[in-house]
């Protein structure tokens, strides 16, 4: 589609020759559906209305015997003879429309009276009134009239399930039973309605449903009841007057309602016609699905309803498209000639005529400055493109020249970094060794004049300054150990180590000491909060050197004054013992990306102030011992107060001794 009149032309009818069709089916779906659901709602009202009737009915003949059977008459008929205990009896029955009321004596419940739940309970003491299914012999037995009256003929119905059988002779009973216990004479009396043709019955639910229906469609309503899946009486009509007795449900319905105990909401072919049906299983006194109870109603009038509104909306649309296309065609007129004129002219200047122009396009409205704009911009690219052009013989000019520049300056740059890099290995080989130097030799120089004095002095009372000597004896071995433990960093495998059992706390006690014009000369205040712990196994010489290490930096990080706090304390890693020494200060902390590096060797903050190994061998000696060290902040009312180091080692185990 290269014609821009065309596309704007679809681009407008779009919506609303393909948008809103979909939008319209969408919307008619969902009112289907939704009109459908309240078809269904209604036969579902319908249903539970018939339901109800059925039960009151149930409750009603219950009532009713149990009237009789309570009252003054029944109990003086009790003691009348027996044709009178008859004809009071069929009085009864007459007046309440039953089709059969008779008296068992307690002694003539035998079990064949019995094998009916109603009577049971009745002689039991409970009123009870259920549907059962009498067959022709239990009802011969009342009378050859009731039996005669229950039969009803099958008639063969297409999607039922095939029988064989001619007729239909059992019935539907409500049967109904209530005790009797008046004058010393004990018993049950016993009455049933026969359901099966009793078009009274279900012509008052049929009243009751559908009679003054307020619905704007008049539903035409049926309903009928069912022996199993055989209609026993209904008012769905096979011809003009004839009932559709004897008739079937379908097989689907059947399985539904019968077999799995299902109610049944949905449209269904009744007889010769489609209907919004509702099926409710029956159960008897038995707990047996023996039935169904059924209303529906026409669903041709309510289809004929929805096809009515399908079409109204419909040739609606379509009177609004009709109506609306020719309207927009005229307006989008004035539109199309200048935008195609706008087209040709970018079509021209694609093809390398910059000197193409819109012109006056005879519009002052926005097409029109868009017309003028784009030829004002055209005018400005014609401009910059001769000044791009002169710009480029002179930067191709200056990029051959900036490039021997940059060639020679890269010469240079390569010459310099060879020299960098040799002087940055030189300088960390003099750190090394000046940190090294400086570790000897400020030791030796104090402990040497130490002695002096004390040679010079005390002469042959040295033994009274026995302490002091055994102290610099120490002092010197700290030396050599500090000298080893930097050899051994590089190579430890040649070294062996002295590991005993000790206390921390003596061990950080005697380190204080040696540290001890440290932390006056700075006016720190040392706290200590020690707690027992268990002996660990180390070198006490390693531990010393670690513990005079982690002072030192945190005198050094509070620079003048400030708060050390030693705490020892006993702690579990996982399930291994072990004792905790935490190095605390108040200084300014670590910054947070230098935590992951405070331990790697030649790290340090201080440059030209120390060699960076400090942390990284006291890791490696803390490690060996089979311990931890970690470093982090302390935080207080959210801000970072100083730093902590927490040095963990392995309780000694009983094997170790």
């Not at 009745?122 to 039996?147: N, P, T």
């Not at 311990?627 to 730093?643: E, F, K, P, T």
């Amino acid at each position: 589609m290269k014609s821009v009149r065309l596309r704007l032309l679809l681009l407008a009818l779009l919506p609303l020759s393909v948008v809103m069709p979909l939008l319209l089916v969408v919307a008619m779906a969902r009112w289907n559906a939704d009109y459908d659901n309240v078809l269904i709602v209604n036969v579902e009202s319908d249903l539970k209305i018939a339901d109800q009737y059925l039960r009151q009915l149930k409750a009603g003949t219950g009532d009713d015997l149990a009237a009789i059977a309570g009252s003054a008459q029944f109990a003086d008929m009790l003691r009348a003879p027996l044709h009178n205990q008859l004809r009071f009896l069929d009085q009864r029955r007459q007046a309440l429309q039953l089709d059969f009321l008779y008296y068992l004596p307690m002694r003539n419940i035998d079990g064949d009276a019995r094998r009916w739940p109603v009577v049971d309970r009745a002689a039991k003491g409970q009123l009870a009134s259920e549907i059962d299914i009498f067959s022709a012999a239990d009802l011969d037995v009342i009378s050859a009239d009731l039996r005669d009256r229950a039969r009803i003929p099958l008639i063969e119905t297409e999607a039922a399930v095939p029988t064989t059988r001619p007729a239909e002779d059992r019935g539907m009973v409500i049967h109904s039973a209530a005790p009797v216990s008046i004058n010393g004479g004990e018993g049950v009396l016993v009455a049933g309605r026969l359901l099966n043709r009793n078009l009274d019955f279900i012509d008052t639910i049929n009243a009751l449903v559908y009679l003054g229906d307020s619905h704007s469609i008049s539903r035409k309503g049926t309903a009928t009841l069912f022996l199993e899946d055989t209609r026993i009486s209904t008012n769905v009509r096979l011809f003009e007057d004839v009932r559709a007795l004897g008739t079937r449900v379908s097989r689907a319905v059947r399985n539904a309602v019968l077999g799995d105990g299902q109610t049944w909401l949905d449209r269904a072919f009744v007889v010769n016609d489609w209907y919004i049906s509702g099926y409710l299983p029956l159960t008897d006194s038995f707990g047996k699905r023996v039935g169904m109870l059924y209303v529906g109603f026409l669903e041709a009038p309510f289809a004929a309803a929805k096809l009515s509104a399908y079409w109204t909306v419909v040739l609606s649309f379509l009177s609004v498209l009709l109506l609306s296309a020719p309207l927009f065609l005229w307006l989008a007129k004035g539109i199309f000639a200048p935008l195609e004129q706008m087209s040709q002219t970018m079509g021209r200047v694609e093809r390398g005529d910059l000197a193409a122009r819109n012109g006056n396009v005879g519009r002052r409205d926005e097409i029109g400055q868009v017309a003028a704009h784009l030829d004002s911009l055209l005018d400005q690219v014609q401009e910059r493109d001769q000044k791009l052009r002169d710009w480029a013989e002179e930067l191709n000019e200056r990029v051959d020249q900036r490039t021997a520049e940059l060639r020679a300056a890269n010469d240079k740059l390569e010459a310099t970094f060879k020299q960098l890099v040799m002087s940055e290995k030189l300088a960390s080989i003099g750190e090394i060794t000046a940190g090294v130097a400086h570790e000897i030799n400020n030791p030796v120089a104090v402990i040497q004049g130490n002695v002096d004095v004390m040679r010079m002095t005390l002469g042959d009372a040295t033994a009274e300054v026995e302490t002091e000597l055994s102290l610099i004896d120490n002092q010197i071995l700290r030396i050599t150990a500090i000298v080893g433990k930097l050899l051994q960093f590089a190579r430890p495998s040649e070294f062996g180590t002295f590991e005993e059992s000790l206390d921390l706390a003596p061990v950080v006690s005697d380190c204080l000491v040696l540290v001890d014009h440290v932390v006056t000369k700075q006016a720190i205040t040392v706290d200590k909060q020690f707690s027992e712990t268990p002996q660990v196994r180390i070198d006490p010489g390693e531990l010393q050197q670690v513990v005079i290490n982690l002072i030192l930096n945190a005198a050094q990080a509070m620079t003048g004054s400030g708060r050390l706090m030693l705490t020892l304390r006993a702690q579990q890693q996982g399930d291994i013992p072990g004792a905790c020494l935490e190095v605390a200060d108040t200084g300014s902390g670590i910054a947070e990306e230098d935590l992951r590096s405070v331990f790697n060797p030649f790290y340090t903050t201080k440059l030209g102030e120390g060699t960076g190994l400090g942390l990284s061998i006291s890791q490696t000696l803390i490690q060996r011992a089979g311990g931890m060290i970690s470093a982090d902040n302390r935080v207080q009312d959210g801000q970072i107060s100083g730093a902590v180091f927490s040095i963990w080692l392995p309780a000694v185990s009983p094997q170790d001794g």
